[in-house]
């Protein structure tokens, strides 16, 4: 059983630019939950996609937005990005929303 | 709101020794899970051990335990043994479990330190 793959793993973006970060969830798992990690921080939660469609959103601006695919692969993407966006990026999947959560290795974004 | 807290920036332990890390969590839901995550420098969250609000026996995984005490709202876990590859940030971190949108709620970290 594969467990959670998150692409790429580092990333160098310029403020203002777009991003797309991707995160493929273990097998058998059908809800995708996306964490912002910054330096020296716990992880906070962005959101959840349980079936193609978002279930649960933190406290973070509409320029956070993600997609989940039928196979519950799933895109997180950031517009017009700021130089707080800099952190890592984890990806989170589970069973029907369940407490078993397989995390990715992350991708650590820099935005300069 | 759910809140957890993680009073210890650093521990540090002697390897073969025992460490107990402090979490405690502020929640008015009745139905909740507590999670401990261990986190090394390639950054991948590792599932260590859960307690359910309405377990009665603290859990136990391995050289893990968990001391729940739901009165005073504290998770603290406990490692036994340690291992210098315990070297490690750890998380503790809490699930409300009646809602459909299953967040993990975590706390700022305790990086912890097994001296050889």
């Known amino acids: 059983e594969t467990g959670v793959t998150q692409s790429p793993t580092h990333l160098i973006k310029t403020r203002g630019q777009q991003v797309t970060l991707r995160c493929s969830s273990q097998?058998?798992?059908?809800?995708v939950s996306w964490y912002q990690q910054a330096l020296g921080q716990g992880p906070q939660f962005i959101f959840q996609y349980y079936r193609e469609e978002e279930n649960g959103r933190g406290n973070f601006p509409p320029r956070f937005s993600g997609l989940q695919f039928p196979n519950y692969s799933s895109e997180l993407n950031v517009n017009a990005l700021e130089l707080d966006d800099s952190a890592l990026y984890l990806c989170a999947s589970s069973l029907n929303r369940g407490r078993g959560y397989t995390f990715g290795s992350g991708t650590r974004l820099t935005v300069v | 709101a759910q809140k957890i807290t993680q009073t210890q920036p650093g521990m540090f332990v002697q390897e073969k020794e025992a460490v107990t890390l402090d979490c405690t969590y502020d929640t008015s839901d009745q139905s909740y899970g507590l999670f401990w995550y261990k986190q090394p420098s390639s950054g991948e969250m590792i599932f260590l051990i859960y307690?359910?609000?309405?377990?009665?026996q603290n859990a136990t995984e391995g050289r893990y335990s968990l001391n729940f005490q739901k009165a005073r709202k504290s998770a603290n876990l406990v490692i036994s043994a340690s291992q210098l590859g315990d070297s490690a940030m750890y998380f503790c971190?809490?699930?409300?479990?009646?809602?459909?949108?299953?967040?993990?709620?975590f706390g700022e970290g305790t990086q912890l330190t097994v001296n050889p």
């Open positions: 097998s058998g798992h059908n809800t």
């Open positions: 307690q359910g609000s309405y377990d009665e």
């Open positions: 971190a809490m699930k409300h479990l009646e809602t459909s949108g299953s967040r993990l709620t």
